[in-house]
């Protein structure tokens, strides 16, 4: 059997590729069980902000980096570039090169954060390509190249062809793909702090803190649960977050509540080594799922998901409350939602229960803005 035609990354193939899956799915499973480690990363760099204040953007990086550098963790940091456009530009651009000068990576999360399901290839592959500029020059002058691409909604391909067609691009490009086996809805929580931040509500923000910590704890156990129930044991995880100021303000509670469950920071890199990565993500469709529905989908594994943890009730209401468009300074800098497709909770595959949150399918009934 040819088992190099088992793509890594999700390249989709023919029906001896996905044999060859199979066999790699098997010997992911079957590899020996070591301490668990995590890789974190953040989206939406510079910040994923209610406001677009360069104060409050500056404020948030600040925080978040001398966390990371406190916990000893050496994260990745995924940039929007069009973020980087506003009066005040080469102090945004200055804000992306402390968190390499911290001794963090970053990579590429496209220019604007489009859609894949939803814009024709070409476009896509000019917006991404739009989105590593600034970016590149600021690894090159360190000697490095942009490395990791993280698709927008975990979008990876409406169909086959365009998959291939945008991998392809990717791997002439230098990229991999930066996948996500764990994420915590860090956004629902995120605006709603901002809100109560914003608005010098103190016991509010404490509030959302204690339940967004609460959520993860839930969260993070729920995952390895399912990993352990896919394959066998527990891999490596990439953990999504996203550079807001409540992941800022609770990063040390969130290393300790990591460290608490067994999981060690370590690098993107070394996580994607773990073996469970070589198996084959063969999904082609207009849903953004994390790599443990798609390795449960290659290997014909069923998941648990009328047991994932629901966020708070109260915390979603606010979340859908807050409308980006009321800040100036976000509608021009691109910070907050403005130009990204509100997730819908719905999800077609399985309708008697929402699957992931952060990377759950893009509601067709709301519109970008921006």
Not at 87 to 105: E, F, H, I, K, T
Not at 129 to 153: D, Q
Not at 175 to 201: I, K, Q
Request: with cysteine; net charge neutral.
């Amino acid at each position: 059997m040819d088992v190099a035609r088992c793509v890594r990354g999700g390249t989709i193939k023919g029906r001896s590729g996905l044999l060859a899956a199979v066999v790699l799915g098997l010997f992911a499973i079957a590899a020996p069980a070591a301490a668990e480690d995590v890789a974190l990363t953040f989206d939406d760099l510079p910040t994923m902000a209610l406001t677009g204040s360069l104060d409050y953007t500056a404020t948030t990086t600040s925080r978040l980096l001398a966390g990371l550098v406190r916990q000893r963790i050496r994260a990745t940091g995924f940039v929007n570039e069009n973020k980087l456009e506003a009066g005040d530009r080469p102090q945004r651009v200055a804000l992306l090169s402390r968190w390499l000068n911290a001794g963090m990576d970053l990579g590429n999360h496209s220019y604007s954060h489009p859609s894949l399901t939803n814009t024709p290839l070409a476009a896509y592959i000019d917006d991404v390509s739009k989105g590593e500029r600034v970016t590149r020059a600021l690894l090159a002058a360190r000697g490095r190249a942009p490395r990791w691409y993280r698709h927008p909604y975990l979008e990876t391909g409406p169909t086959p062809e365009v998959r291939q067609g945008f991998e392809a691009w990717l791997s002439q490009h230098g990229y991999r793909v930066a996948p996500v086996t764990m994420e915590n809805s860090d956004w629902v929580f995120a605006l709603p702090y901002d809100d109560a931040v914003l608005r010098g509500d103190a016991a509010q923000a404490e509030h959302i803190r204690r339940a967004y910590l609460a959520f993860t704890a839930q969260s993070v156990a729920w995952y390895r649960q399912a990993a352990a129930d896919v394959l066998g044991r527990r891999p490596s995880f990439v953990l999504l977050l996203h550079a807001s100021r409540l992941n800022a303000d609770c990063i040390d509670r969130l290393a300790e509540l990591l460290r608490a469950d067994g999981l060690k920071p370590i690098t993107l890199e070394r996580a994607v080594a773990d073996p469970a990565y070589a198996i084959a993500d063969t999904y082609a469709g207009p849903d953004g799922d994390e790599w443990l529905s798609r390795w449960a989908r290659t290997l014909h594994k069923d998941m648990d998901w009328d047991s994932f943890p629901e966020p708070p009730a109260d915390i979603v209401a606010e979340d859908a409350r807050l409308e980006p468009g009321d800040d100036p300074a976000a509608a021009k800098t691109g910070c907050g939602r403005v130009g990204i497709k509100v997730r819908s909770y719905a999800k077609v595959r399985n309708p008697k229960r929402c699957a992931t949150s952060s990377v759950r399918r893009l509601s067709p009934e709301r519109s970008e803005r921006g």
